[in-house]
């Protein structure tokens, strides 16, 4: 029997996800943002979602348009950026928000999508990622009515060198929403450039990942050495195309030669 992973829209691969799912999202910044799935997600109306995903986009794009809905109720990230709704949903009591530092979540999900139940890292280790007390929910007023629990801590001497080590457990979701640069019918994914850092692992840790993809080629065309994401951790593939916009989170300007 032929494998064919694809799926006419971007709704009818995000139709089932449930009211108080839980979603590993991909993304850097904005770039590799699933902006089709995530907008299909809004129109569905899905709602009290808990979300692992680097951060929330920003006010008016990725995760934000969920934010700004009300439709998330918890966030698993490591930067709130430049999403000024992140911040004031946080400091109001209006969102739950567990802070991991960045190369920690990731790994977190990369973990419970390869069947790794939890790991230890230097990582947080004298901090209150460790300790616990790390502010997770406000009250209105600003107290802190929710503080991260205290985490095991081990002493381990890799290479001879004794150091401390905080065990994290791995995460694993629902869903999961990514998006790719190409991806072929039986799920095989190749991402491009920034996008690779957490869409892959995203990916890894959904029950059910969802990948759109700017261009659908059939089984064989991609080079298997250039494939960054086996079809085995993806379930439904739709294409979006080409024709999408892509936004950058903060533009810089490099002053040129000659001006001050």
Not at 26 to 52: C, K, R, Y
Request: hydrophobic content about 40%; overall charge negative; glycine content about 12%.
């Amino acid at each position: 029997m032929a494998i064919d992973k694809t799926f006419r829209s971007a709704a009818e691969a995000v139709a089932d996800i449930p009211d108080g799912a839980t979603l590993a999202v991909g993304g850097f910044g904005l770039s590799g943002n699933p902006m089709a799935l995530i907008e299909a997600l809004l129109e569905s109306g899905a709602t009290d979602l808990s979300v692992v995903s680097n951060n929330c986009g920003v006010d008016g794009w990725g995760l934000g348009i969920l934010l700004a809905a009300g439709r998330i109720r918890k966030m698993t990230s490591s930067y709130v950026g430049e999403n000024k709704e992140f911040a004031r949903r946080y400091l109001s009591g209006e969102l739950e928000l567990e802070l991991t530092p960045q190369g920690t979540l990731a790994e977190k999900l990369r973990a419970g999508g390869a069947g790794i139940a939890a790991f230890f890292t230097r990582t947080g280790v004298g901090t209150l990622v460790a300790e616990g007390g790390l502010p997770q929910r406000y009250d209105a007023n600003g107290n802190v009515v929710q503080g991260s629990s205290p985490k095991d801590v081990r002493t381990f001497a890799p290479g001879g060198v004794e150091n401390e080590y905080v065990l994290e457990e791995s995460i694993v979701t629902d869903f999961s929403l990514v998006h790719a640069l190409r991806g072929d019918r039986h799920g095989n994914l190749v991402f491009n450039k920034a996008t690779r850092q957490f869409a892959p692992p995203a990916a890894m840790a959904g029950r059910v990942c969802i990948a759109q993809v700017e261009e659908l080629v059939e089984p064989g065309e991609i080079d298997p050495d250039q494939v960054h994401l086996p079809g085995v951790y993806v379930h439904r593939v739709v294409e979006v195309g080409t024709d999408i916009e892509k936004r950058i989170e903060k533009r810089t300007v490099r002053a040129t030669e000659g001006e001050a």
